[in-house]
């Protein structure tokens, strides 16, 4: 599967953004999917996962309710909804993903097959 992952840009703090993932394929419905991101000079940390069927999601402390992860199976997408975004947000944003067999949510990279080529998010204070 191939991954295009959009929706970056400037935000000021507080603002709200929304990235999108798009996968190329026909069986995008048997794929978990993850975020991650990746500060200048950090490591790349995960941010938001999902399962196949959209049934279960996990999130980083840092961002549990601020950001919301969807998917929309019949267009072979992910969302990361992004809200009361914070400067320390700021990164590129990855999605990935991985064949999944059953329901669970992956939350380590290593976990993951393919990737996006990331979108830059940036938020001023």
């Known amino acids: 599967v191939q991954l295009q992952a959009s929706g970056g840009g400037l935000v000021q703090a507080g603002g709200s953004l929304r990235l999108s993932c798009a996968a190329s394929?026909?069986?995008?419905?048997?794929?978990?999917v993850g975020w991650f991101r990746q500060a200048p000079g950090k490591e790349r940390e995960f941010v938001a996962a999902i399962n196949r069927g959209g049934s279960s999601t996990d999130y980083a402390a840092s961002v549990n309710g601020r950001f919301t992860i969807s998917r929309e199976n019949a267009k072979s997408t992910v969302y990361l909804q992004m809200s009361s975004l914070k400067p320390e947000d700021t990164a590129v944003y990855y999605c990935a993903a991985t064949v999944s067999g059953s329901t669970y949510v992956y939350t380590r990279k290593y976990e993951y097959n393919y990737w996006g080529q990331g979108t830059l998010v940036t938020v001023s204070s």
């Open positions: 394929g026909r069986t995008f419905s048997l794929y978990a």
